[in-house]
Nanobody, 122 residues
Framework: QVHLVEFGGGFYQPGGSLRLSCAAS????????MAWYRQAAGKERELVAT???????NYADSVKGRFTISRDNAKNAWYLQMNSLKPEDTAVYYC????????????????WGQGTQVTVSS
């Protein structure tokens, strides 16, 4: 079993910055990829950013140039630096990880954090 815990949500003003953190613990052989998703009220969950083991990243168009995803493999942790916040960034943010829990490459499962609320408002 693998547990993901998120940190860093809260209330922020437009133009501000924050950093979300996610830490994974449990039966982890390696984390293949890490991601951040968000879900605004009344909307579907959407992918915000991903980072794979090699370090390649991918971002939603709505956050490109403002958000940066990074990872610390030694700590099984990853982060989302959010700059130039906009009211439309308001959502519950979820971290997610594609975890390989055994030596076989097919021994993988996706896990989710509990979510953390980010509210951007003046």
């Amino acid at each position: 079993q693998v547990h993901l815990v998120e940190f860093g949500g809260g209330f922020y003003q437009p133009g501000g910055s924050l950093r979300l953190s996610c830490a994974a613990s449990g039966s982890i052989f390696t984390i293949v990829s890490m991601a951040w998703y968000r879900q605004a009220a009344g909307k579907e969950r959407e992918l915000v950013a991903t980072i794979i083991s090699g370090g390649s990243t991918n971002y939603a168009d709505s956050v490109k140039g403002r958000f940066t995803i990074s990872r610390d493999n030694a700590k099984n942790a990853w982060y989302l630096q959010m700059n130039s916040l906009k009211p439309e960034d308001t959502a519950v943010y979820y971290c997610s990880a594609d975890v390989q829990f055994g030596v076989r490459s097919y021994q993988r499962q996706v896990y989710w954090g509990q979510g953390t609320q980010v509210t951007v408002s003046s």
